[in-house]
């Protein structure tokens, strides 16, 4: 492999990094087994804690099961468009049972590997979003997993020890929309210890997102004083919170993680 081709490669994949976008509208265009196959390898050759991989990955491409996600993930129309819909899942049972099988006594049944599990599964699910978009594809994380967990448990047929905790939809986009918005490096990063936000390094940060046009479009069609109202009383309200996380504490009590 030449020197050229090696820094072509990385340019684009940096390429990749810096124009992501989340994709909703997807062409009737199947994926191939060679490149599904490839975004499912990226996805395993993540980070993990111990190699232990204590994750799972569902990859859904009948259309029923996908129409019966699409019910789950609040009826979101591109859980019906894209060809291949990936739960990812914190997954203990398969590393229990080998363990078992082997004379070895597991100790995962809690929520110390529940939260493991779910960080092994986090990273390889963005492993195979950028394989994916590494081949033109797009991707959009769906959110509602958590919140429709005991749902998906019972459509993808879930044993104990396995909770769903993020989910992609992949396929080829028919939009281009514009890049979201970011805020800027002082807002998140911290250089050698946390350096805590004063009232106006709290609106500096936040000051260019109010400022956007699409921000103000938001305002107005949601009726409210500004943006933060819109996620405090629109998008994530409070008695929604405590509801869908009880909810989830439930499941994973009910699927094997919350053992003393």
Known sequence: MTFAFKFTQNLLFMDTIFNHRSIRKYKNTAISDEVLNKLLL????????????????????????????????????????????????????????WCELNNAEPGYDNFLWFYNATIDAVLASQNACLEAEHHNLGICYLGTTTYMAEKIIDILDLPKGVVPVTSIVIGYPDETPELTDRLPLEGIIHYE??????????????????????????????????????FTDKRYKKADNIHFSNEYLKVLKKQGFMNQ
Not at 47 to 58: E, F, R
Not at 85 to 94: G, M, P
């Open 42 to 97: 990226a996805a395993t050759r993540a980070s993990n804690t111990g190699n232990m991989q204590v994750y799972s990955i569902v990859v859904t491409q009948d259309a029923e099961i996908r129409k019966q996600l699409c019910e789950a993930h609040f009826n979101q129309g591109m859980v019906n468009e894209a060809p291949v819909h990936l739960t990812f899942c914190a997954d203990i049972n398969r590393f229990e049972k």
């Open 193 to 230: 210890k946390y350096k805590k936000y004063d009232e106006q390094k709290i609106k500096n940060i936040h000051a260019p997102k109010e400022a956007l046009n699409s921000t103000k479009k938001l305002i107005e069609e949601n009726g409210t004083e500004n943006l933060a109202q819109i």
